[in-house]
């Protein structure tokens, strides 16, 4: 059974950063394409970033240069790094995972993910 726990979340002022944790367990994780996304009250949710199984990342426009996305194969966890982080960034951020290959142009589509944490709550104060 696939489980993806989040962690890192809370709550800091425009221009701090965070590191969010998403630990995995119950598959072979590096073999899993994975992602963050965020949803914000009111809004769909939307992918933030994802990193294929041979590592190579995709962002969303706005996290560029701001956000980095990366994991950990021997510890089974997936991290964001986010920087700069504006009151826009405010949203519960999931964490998702997929044992399929994914096409660039749908790796940050929520439907391309088959398994999702229970994610965790980032608020950026200005």
């Known amino acids: 059974q696939v489980q993806l726990v989040e962690s890192g979340g809370g709550s800091v002022q425009a221009g701090g950063s965070l590191r969010l944790s998403c630990a995995a367990s119950g598959y072979t994780y590096s073999s899993y394409c994975m992602g963050w996304f965020r949803q914000a009250p009111g809004k769909e949710r939307e992918g933030v970033a994802a990193i294929d199984k041979d590592g190579s990342a995709s962002y969303a426009d706005s996290v560029k240069g701001r956000f980095t996305i990366s994991k950990d194969n021997a510890k089974n966890t997936l991290y964001l790094q986010m920087n700069s982080l504006k009151p826009e960034d405010t949203a519960m951020y999931y964490c998702?995972?997929?044992?399929?290959?994914?096409?660039?142009?749908?790796?940050?589509?929520?439907?391309?993910?088959?398994?999702w944490g229970q994610g965790t709550q980032v608020t950026v104060s200005s």
């Open positions: 998702a995972a997929t044992p399929f290959s994914i096409m660039t142009m749908f790796k940050l589509s929520p439907n391309s993910y088959r398994h």
